[in-house]
């Protein structure tokens, strides 16, 4: 990971037409020293999941706030293992009820942000996440 900046993909998958916390999010990140992709809004997880493999991301954020999140955030972590063999960090966010974060985390979910979350808390998050990852990988 210190070779080379943490690259994170960021989409709105579904029909959701809100993006300003995912924009928002993306420029924290940026500003944090990352590269950012921000794919924008309507996407399919296919879509997703092929751009991420194309950018070579270390992260793939996911931001819903239709509800739809427990049909494309599971779909979109499904895909990415069915057709990558890298290990990557998901992150979801958006208006995410509590009830459904354990399940989003059975199906790969690393952790969900809530909205008002600061970008620092996800900025450590991702730092740390990766250097675990990292390290488990030397083994």
């Known amino acids: 990971m210190k070779s080379r900046k943490i690259r994170v993909l960021i989409a709105k998958p579904g029909l959701d037409g809100h993006d300003r916390g995912a924009k928002v999010i993306a420029r924290g990140l940026r500003d944090a020293g990352m590269e950012v992709v921000y794919l924008g809004l309507h996407l399919t997880p296919e879509h997703i999941v092929e751009a991420a493999i194309q950018e070579d991301v270390d992260i793939i954020g996911l931001s819903c706030l239709s509800g739809a999140h427990m049909a494309l955030f599971p ?65």
């Open 75 to 139: 779909k979109t972590v499904r895909l990415f293992k069915e057709k990558s063999r890298r290990q990557v960090l998901f992150i979801g966010g958006g208006i995410i009820p509590d009830k459904d974060v354990p399940r989003l985390k059975e199906a790969g979910i690393d952790r969900v942000f809530g909205p008002g979350t600061p970008i620092s808390k996800i900025v450590d998050f991702i730092k740390t996440s990766l250097e675990v990852k990292s390290d488990s990988g030397k083994n």
